[in-house]
């Protein structure tokens, strides 16, 4: 469960994130939604450390373990606390392997395992196929996926993807949401899933977070997401 109260965040003089308070329920699928430079990529660099949080706090417990103050860890400890990261246009070692990118990802784990979990081929059957071959070889979809496949290698029970649609085409868009779906009901993470639009279609307790200028203007159930706030806040 990760818990934000009251984050504030600025670059220099820039307020950018002003009082951001958010819940992410353990187990559902939560969207990030704001229009280009309202600060949603921001946020999720203080999540991970990238960034330095000016004021508020950010909690994290793990699944039967007691609250964590999630900004006491540096960044380069919070994957291995179990908080999986895709940042926004892939950034694959697009030189390595498949199977290199995956090893690499694993070392930045707690238990300095050498083994690849069966869930990440179960989901990706493409990057066993593909596991010798350079990952620049592999198209843009295989490329997205093998960014998501890098994030699972280290069992997170959050995983953040920051816009993982970004410039594919409507068949790629639906299959990363049948990815997430799965992530979420088959194997049990909790989503935090950026987004400037709706990408696909609501499921039942999906959640959403509205940005507007550094704010949260507005946050709940996916279903309460309605056409005035689209048109306030999303529609371009
Ligand atoms: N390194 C930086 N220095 C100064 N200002 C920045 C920096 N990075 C981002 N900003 C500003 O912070 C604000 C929020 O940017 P951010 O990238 O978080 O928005 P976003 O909602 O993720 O946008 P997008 O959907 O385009 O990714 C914008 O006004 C942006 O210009």
Redesign the pocket.
């Known amino acids: 469960m990760l818990r934000l109260q009251a984050v504030n965040q600025f670059?220099?003089p820039?307020h950018?994130l002003r009082d951001i308070s958010l819940e992410l329920p353990r187990g559902q699928c939560t969207y990030l939604l704001?229009?280009?430079?309202?600060?949603?990529?921001?946020?999720v660099?203080c999540i991970m450390g990238h960034l330095p949080v000016s004021s508020g706090t950010v909690s994290w417990q793990l699944y039967g373990e007691p609250e964590l103050d999630l900004l006491l860890y540096p960044v380069e400890e919070r994957a291995a606390l179990g908080i999986g990261y895709v940042p926004?246009g892939r950034q694959v070692f697009s030189q390595l392997s498949v199977d290199e990118n995956l090893r690499v990802a694993l070392m930045a784990g707690r238990n300095k395992t050498n083994r690849i979990p069966p869930m990440v081929y179960e989901l990706f059957p493409v990057l066993y196929d593909m596991r010798h071959h350079r990952a620049g070889d592999l198209t843009g979809s295989g490329q997205q996926q093998l960014a998501i496949a890098r994030a699972l290698v280290l069992e997170p029970e959050l995983l953040i993807l920051?816009?993982p649609t970004g410039g594919f085409q409507p068949t790629v868009v639906a299959e990363i949401g049948r990815n997430i779906r799965q992530l979420q009901q088959e194997f049990g993470l909790t989503l935090l899933v950026?987004e400037?639009q709706l990408p696909f279609t609501p499921q039942g307790d999906d959640r959403f977070c509205l940005?507007e200028g550094?704010c949260n203007v507005a946050q709940g159930r996916l279903e309460q997401l309605d056409e005035s706030l689209i048109q306030a806040y999303l529609a371009v």
């Open positions: 670059y220099g820039k950018i704001g229009r280009n430079g309202v600060g949603k990529t921001t946020l660099n926004q920051d816009e950026v400037q940005l550094g």
